[in-house]
């Protein structure tokens, strides 16, 4: 088969648009295509929120520190980039949730999908008898009747009663999402607890029941690399063609073509005439490059948290009373700014030289922004006063980094899978060769973004061959 020379833009550096322009390449490249791939970012780096400072033997990450492969995506790429060695594993530790001034422990399951004990709640001093009486009138709750979307707080209120959201839901998701669970989809952020419920009717049956299922996989480890998250990156943009990608470049507009192919407006540069699109850029910069063509008008703009993450060193001096610990979460009912903080020196053997405690907190959170807009040192004293109830820490940190994400992580609201699938039927109506994907539409965490990027570059691929095939044949 003769191929017409095809060229296909990818828009947007973070992990998502990497994985998929590194996939093109390598499909291309093994299966004899002409295809030219070209990767445009607006910024002067790639990879997006994942940025990893190295200094003096401190491993910090201003963004992601780490993920939980239930798809093995991220295991898959780092074999593909031959870096899979460099993978590794947390250790095990203890997580806590912190409520009023006190840390209590909370059973590790919880955090991987793992079973749910209802003797641990029992023993459990996070939550008073009478939320505990609550809680386990799940097993004698009926499921909905109605098989709607509904915010996270109503889902679990309604199977757990109101203390366990406010001390164990609430504070997981806060600080994992930095989101509002009474606007976050249960059936967008947590489909398999909204299948549990349809399915075995009580949570904690169909958890048990179902046991490791409510993971994709038997996953009970966060993974990261040796030296940072950004190693991944570094080895995706060292492998992917230097010809091929574009730094500093926006992009301000689509426009269709007579021939079938699209060209690319930005600033700087001339138009790049191409024949496919990937577009890995968030929702709102995506419905403002389409604005001129009157689409995506009736979708709201979506919603993004603005945090900050605090990463402190401390020279270690025995007032660590938590060595089990790798975390703690914050409840709402406690009076912390913070909303979790965990000690990288606990999880990950290598990202601190020996004799210091590495300690890492996120601040801010959906309508609580404005704490991120203080200056670095108004935001280091808030963090160390915190440290000091929470924990008892009193000597000074040997140095701080403070890093901002404003309206970094998207907040999947209720609705938010129609309304997705509505955008991604009008882009593909009057722009049949251009593909969405990315941290907007089908899941946020690093490996959901890598299985995105590659399932779109293998779709695409397939996709112009059999158009080949077709014109061909004609």
Known sequence: MTLTRRKVAVIGGGITGLTAAFYLQKEAQLKNLPIDVVLIESSLRLGGKIQTLRKDGFIIDRGPESFLDYSNSVQELASDLGIEQ????????????AVGSQLYPIPNGIMFGGSLEVSSFIT????SLTGKIRAVGDLLLPKTKEQTDEPIGDFFRRRFGKEVVENLVEPILAGTFAGDIDHLSIRSMFPQFYQLEKQYRSLILGINKSGKSIAKEHVETYNTFKNGLETLVEELEKQLHPSSILKGIKVEAIENLNDGS?????NHIAPIKCDAVIMTTPF??????FQKDGLLEDIPNMNY?????VTMAFKQNGENKYKDALNFFVSRNSDLSITTCTWLNHKWNNVAPPGYDLLRAYIGRVGDEAIVELSDEDIERTVRNDLEKALGITSS?????????????????VGHDERMQQVKEEIQHEFP?????GSSYDGISVPDCITQGRNAALQLIENITE???ISNKL
């Open 124 to 127: 459990s001093g996070l939550i």
């Open 397 to 413: 940190p040997e140095f701080t980094n403070v890093s901002r994400w404003k309206q970094s992580m998207p907040q999947y609201t």
């Open 284 to 289: 709102n910069v995506t419905k403002d490059i």
């Open 262 to 266: 699209v060209k690319i407006h930005s």
């Open 305 to 309: 948290s603005t945090i900050a993450t």
């Open 86 to 97: 460099q993978l590794v594993n947390n250790n095990k530790g203890q997580t806590y949730v």
């Open 467 to 469: 158009r080949q095939l």
């Open 433 to 437: 060769q251009v593909m969405l994907v």
